[in-house]
């Protein structure tokens, strides 16, 4: 069966719907978080000489290691809504294993990525669809970060175009709710998870059905 960009999106829309207000508080948390670590960077930033404009080493590298830990739970909740949308918690937020590893497979898939974009853009586009399920690789099954961009190259052939039109789908929701002064996003951001997470369950075996009118999955 082939992926569809439209029943990843729709499969966002009715499983945020079951519960809308769960998901606009773990997006909320999410949010606060990262602006706390903003906070805690800038304080780096200004205690070692650096500026919002020009960050310092240090505050650079605090950033980044925090973001990632925001990362690493936002893709955990996600794979946790999916699996039981019912049942999940907030407390799934909090999933700091394996840092290292997914730190590893960020690290290396946003250089290809950035690289390719680097490189008459069209490259980056393509390393940015062909690397899109790493770090969910290496939060669901605890792959290295090799394994993880190997294996997410795997998972993509043959639907590489329709995870593009999911990518630029995605894009558009999101732009949509900055557009709604920047509230909207606690609905968009949640939609495009369950999205994305729909999309790398379907490709690993894991998508049988879209869910229900209710917004409620059998599990």
Known sequence: MKFSPGDAIRFGWETFKGRPWFFIGAVAILLLASIAINIVSNAIDSATGGSLEEPSIAGS??????TVLLNMGAIAIFLAAYDSPDRVQFSALWHPQPYW????ASLLASLAVAVGLFLLIVPGLIAMVLFMF???LVIDRGLSPIDALKESMEMTKGNRWPLFGLILLMALILFVGILALGVGLVVAAPIVGL????????????????????GRMDV
């Open 134 to 136: 790493s770090m969910f």
């Open 61 to 66: 590298i605090v950033n980044y290691g925090l």
């Open 101 to 104: 590893k997914f730190l590893g």
């Open 195 to 214: 999205a994305y997470t729909y999309a790398y369950r379907f490709l690993s075996g894991g998508a049988a059905q879209i869910q229900p009118a209710d």
